[in-house]
């Protein structure tokens, strides 16, 4: 048997035995850094760190290999991110956040410490820790990010959706004019919203005019391309109008063909067309009128 | 008739067949299978999927769909999805299907319209 | 409970899935977690959507497994994630599983790289022999 796997051994008997005591170590180290902010107390704590523990204890006992303990082994992958969540919640920073993985490290080092007598064993056992307790660490800020990431997203989404107004033009005949900066967020905001529309009034035709929108990015001319296919999933028809050379450059880089959509210079020239897509003109004519529709 | 069959109802040349609110896959291949000889049977013109009603449509699923299109076309006739709720379309587009091919409708009305030929009497 | 409480996250059930039959049960009880947990009928049909992917590819290719569903719960938001593991024979390339059009079988090979766009955060972990594990979490809103 290698050190290492003595080592590793040598951890999950010692994490077994003495995780109390480690956890304890812990709390103290992270209740004097933060009784100040007040937002965790110590039964809280015990619970968090007692998860993460076993979830150690019960991955380094598993035959899987060590550097993939932490991001492989779902039970500590979980304890870690949903530790990082609810801290972020509670308006703990990051880098506090990965600080208190890393604590860890010390309370079990000093426990490894003393109960480990070979020097030798120790020092691969001690390095062993750090390792896995870095990973997870990392994994804290991770976690960290993608969660304030959404948190801000939700949090515009309820300006976005006041914001981007969907209007009837005409007799099923709807239309989003967009203004200003259209982002990912937005642009599936405005998907919904305007699908969600399409059904409720079984409107025929639905109008995106983007004159009003500077620039789009990859992923909104994306979201603009999906729209405009569910929209013809649901049965219904789609115009974007507006589409300045600088976007209509965009959508031709995504390899998407133009020719496959429905365009008008102006929402006033989208409108005629809708209008004669939806009017008692024959279904024939409102077919020539969409290359979207290839009816047989 | 098992409870889980699709009521599948002869209007003329055109197959009108109603989907629940859930389509398993046993359901689903059974529905294809039903389907393409009743097409044949009566040489029908146009089949309209009225799955106004049904609320996930997983790639399994869309494969049947774009299954039962080719499958009708082969036999001559149009296929019209009609109804398909929102949350399905965002979700199928996100999956990267988007049905290539099969024709779609707002309503059962509405496929009805489409089939009807211009200016004469709807089909059925 | 408080906003301050730090609460635990309620594992919700844990369904095996062997057979087709099975995959009608864990929609319904994604569905139901989906709705409790307040999400909107897009969310619902996302997540609905990825679970059936992953729940089908969990016993076609995978030999059976099962789906744990839980609750993602602190405030302000909630979430749900599911975890459907096997030990079938694992993916031997995973980069490969994930591109669309890539299947080793009948399927459009959609299902796997389909079911990540769906979801806001998705981990596949597999091993060749070992067997496969797909963790997504979805937000509700
Ligand atoms: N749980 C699993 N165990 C083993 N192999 C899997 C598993 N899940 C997916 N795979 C492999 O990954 C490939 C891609 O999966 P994906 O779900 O994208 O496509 P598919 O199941 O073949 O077709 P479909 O579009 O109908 O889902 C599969 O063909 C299969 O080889
Ligand atoms: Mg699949």
């Keep these: ?296 | 008739m098992n409870s889980s069959e699709i009521p599948i109802l002869r209007l003329g040349k055109v197959l009108l067949a109603g989907l629940s609110n859930e389509l398993d896959d046993k359901t689903a291949l059974r529905f294809a299978d039903e389907l393409s000889h009743q097409v044949s049977a009566i040489g029908a013109e146009a089949v309209v999927l009225d799955i106004t009603k049904l609320e996930i449509i997983d790639s399994f699923a869309a494969r049947i769909l774009v299954e039962i299109a080719t499958m009708a076309r082969l036999l001559g006739a149009r296929v019209v999805l009609a109804g398909m709720r929102y949350p399905v379309a965002i979700t199928l587009v996100e999956l990267g299907l988007d049905l290539p091919g099969v024709e779609t409708a707002l309503s059962v009305e509405h496929a009805m319209d489409k089939l009807a030929p211009p200016g004469g009497s709807r089909v059925g | 409970m408080s906003d301050r409480k730090l609460v635990k996250n309620g594992q919700v059930c844990s369904l095996p899935i062997r057979a087709e039959d099975d995959l009608l049960t864990a929609r319904h009880a994604v569905r139901a977690a989906a709705l409790q947990a307040g999400f909107g009928l897009v969310g619902q049909t996302k997540l609905i959507t990825a679970a059936s992917e992953l729940v089908r590819n969990c016993y076609v290719h995978g030999g059976g497994g099962d789906l744990v569903i839980e609750h993602l719960s602190p405030p302000p938001r909630a979430g749900l994630r599911l975890t459907i593991s096997d030990d079938g024979p694992g993916i031997t390339d995973p980069a490969k599983a994930l591109v669309d059009g890539f299947s080793t079988g009948p399927g459009l090979g959609h299902g796997l790289g389909g079911a990540k766009r769906l979801v806001h955060e998705f981990h596949l972990e597999t091993e060749p022999g070992k067997g496969t594990t797909v963790v997504i979490t979805r937000w509700a809103g």
């Design chain 1, 1 to 296: 048997m290698s050190g290492r796997e003595r080592a590793r051994e040598e951890i999950v008997r010692i994490l077994g035995e003495h995780r109390d005591q480690i956890a304890a170590a812990w709390i103290e180290a992270q209740e004097s850094r933060l009784a100040s902010a007040g937002a965790v107390n110590a039964d809280e704590l015990r619970e968090e760190v007692d998860t993460i523990i076993a979830g150690l204890y019960e991955g380094l006992a598993a035959t899987m290999p060590l550097d993939r303990v932490v991001t492989g082994f779902a039970p500590l992958r979980n304890a870690v991110t949903d530790f990082s969540h609810r801290w972020a919640r509670l308006g703990v920073s990051a880098t506090a956040i990965a600080g208190a993985i890393f604590a860890l490290k010390d309370a079990c080092v000093r426990v490894l410490a003393d109960g480990i007598p070979d020097p030798e064993l120790r020092l691969e056992a001690t390095e062993l820790v750090h390792r896995l307790l870095d990973g997870a660490g990392l994994l804290t800020f991770q976690t960290y990010v993608d969660s304030r990431e959404e948190i801000i997203q939700r949090q515009n989404r309820q300006l976005l959706e006041i914001s981007t107004p969907v209007v009837r033009l005409w007799h099923r005949v709807l239309a989003v004019p967009l203004i200003g900066t259209l982002d990912s967020a937005r642009a599936q905001i405005v998907m919904e919203s305007l699908l969600q529309a399409i059904q409720d009034n079984e409107a025929a035709v639905a109008i995106i005019d983007i004159t009003g929108v500077p620039t789009v990015d990859t992923a909104v001319a994306q979201h603009l391309m999906q729209t405009v296919a569910a929209t013809r999933l649901m049965g219904a028809d789609c115009i974007l109008s507006g589409i300045r050379p600088q976007i209509a450059q965009m959508i031709a880089r995504l390899g998407i063909d133009l020719s496959e959509i429905i365009t008008r210079s102006s929402l006033a020239d989208a409108l005629t067309a809708a209008i004669r897509m939806v009017g008692d003109t024959p279904a024939q004519d409102a077919r020539d009128e969409s290359t979207l529709l290839n009816v047989s």
